[in-house]
Nanobody
Framework: QVQLVESGGGLVQPGGSLRLSCAASGSIVSINGMAWYRQAPGKERELVAGIIIGARTNYGDSVKGRFTISRDNAKNTVYLQMNSLKPEDTAVYYC???????????????WGQGTQVTVSS
């Protein structure tokens, strides 16, 4: 059984910062990639940022230069540092990971439960 647990969401004023964390736990053999997605009310879920083996990263256009994704392989944890937050960043943020679990020969995709980020004055 693999679980992703997110933390760090909350209410912040425009221009402020938040740091999200997502820890993967369970019978993990390897984690091939981790990412953050977000979904605002009435909108489709979109990629915010991703990081793969070798620390290669990619970002959604709307967050480039403001958000930074990083990963601690020893802790099976991914972080999202969000700076210069805007009201349009308000959404539920979901952690995503591509993991090979013990007893499974293939990679599977797992999702966290989501954490709310609200940017408002």
């Amino acid at each position: 059984q693999v679980q992703l647990v997110e933390s760090g969401g909350g209410l912040v004023q425009p221009g402020g910062s938040l740091r999200l964390s997502c820890a993967a736990s369970g019978s993990i053999v390897s984690i091939n990639g981790m990412a953050w997605y977000r979904q605002a009310p009435g909108k489709e879920r979109e990629l915010v940022a991703g990081i793969i083996i070798g620390a290669r990263t990619n970002y959604g256009d709307s967050v480039k230069g403001r958000f930074t994704i990083s990963r601690d392989n020893a802790k099976n944890t991914v972080y999202l540092q969000m700076n210069s937050l805007k009201p349009e960043d308000t959404a539920v943020y979901y952690c995503n990971a591509r993991i090979i679990a013990l007893g499974r020969p293939y990679e599977a995709t797992y999702w966290g439960q989501g954490t709310q980020v609200t940017v408002s004055s």
